[in-house]
């Protein structure tokens, strides 16, 4: 069985241009094999527990979107890199925003996409003001039941009511695989998710659809191919996170 396991050991600021560089490489050449642009995928770099100086370096090296999980981690994050990032650097959250963090979390990012539920899209309706917040609709793809976003079958009629909250900007969908999900298995949930996708914008075709955000460290080449035009990317380029247990 192919291994998503693509991370490597924790990265020092000198591994670091060297890391981005070869996912840069990677992602262009898997743009190209199917006959898409290298600059019409996004990378985000996924920062969980990356410390704020190793962002910066990131950002020094031209990373402008970075993916926090975390509306706290976030939070003190950005503070510790405040005024020092060059402009134009983009926040997405791509972790599960708990209602009652929807304000702090409109405070900290640019897009999310994360938007797992109507009760979250509401949240955000509610706490957005004068804003159109820039959201992606996170879809649970497999079969587990508990994981997080709106199932399959239930997107169209989801699609209707999130498009009636005031500032809800939907921009595409998103998703993330099981871990435990083979490459094969995983790239025909990313294929699905591209055709969901496709039914939904002739459903809803004056919806913008621009955005797919799918593909992690072990598997965005295979995401790219089916057509990601954003991937998620920790590991391959920050090195392994620390465990959980420590
Ligand atoms: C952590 C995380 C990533 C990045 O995963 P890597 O395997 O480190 O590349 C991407 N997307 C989400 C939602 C994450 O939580």
């Given at each position: 069985?192919?291994?998503?396991?693509?991370?490597?050991?924790?990265?020092?600021?000198?591994?670091?241009?060297?890391?981005?560089?070869?996912?840069?490489?990677?992602?262009?050449?898997?743009?190209?094999?199917v006959g898409r642009q290298p600059e019409d995928v996004t990378l985000v770099a996924a920062t969980k527990t990356v410390p704020a100086p190793l962002v910066y370096q990131a950002a020094l090296l031209g990373v402008r979107h970075f993916g926090e999980n975390?509306?706290?981690?976030?939070?003190?994050?950005?503070?510790?890199?405040?005024?020092?990032?060059?402009p134009g650097v983009c926040w997405h959250l791509i972790g599960h925003l708990q209602t009652n963090k929807a304000a702090a979390a409109l405070e900290l990012f640019d897009i999310i996409e994360t938007a797992d539920s109507f009760r979250v899209a509401q949240a955000i309706s509610r706490r957005a003001g004068a804003r159109a917040v820039p959201v992606l609709l996170e879809v649970a793809l497999g079969e587990a039941p508990e994981r997080l976003g709106?199932?399959?079958?239930?997107?169209?009629?989801?699609?209707?009511?999130?498009?009636?909250?005031?500032?809800?900007?939907?921009?595409g969908l998103m998703a993330v695989?099981?871990?435990?999900?083979?490459?094969?298995?995983v790239r025909r949930l990313f294929r699905r998710l591209r055709e969901l996708r496709g039914q939904l914008a002739s459903t809803y075709p004056d919806q913008d659809w621009r955005h797919l955000s799918m593909g992690m460290s072990g598997d965005y080449e295979v995401a790219i191919e089916e057509g990601a035009t954003m991937v998620r990317i920790g590991r391959a380029i920050f090195g392994e996170r620390p465990s959980k247990q420590g």
């Open positions: 069985m192919l291994s998503r396991d693509a991370g490597a050991p924790a990265a020092g600021a000198g591994e670091l241009a060297e890391r981005l560089e070869r996912v840069r490489a990677t992602i262009a050449a898997a743009a190209l094999r975390y509306v706290q981690e976030a939070a003190a994050k950005r503070s510790a890199l405040q005024g020092t990032l060059p709106f199932r399959p079958d239930e997107l169209e009629r989801a699609v209707a009511a999130v498009r009636e909250l005031p500032g809800v900007a939907v921009q695989p099981p871990p435990e999900a083979s490459l094969h298995e």
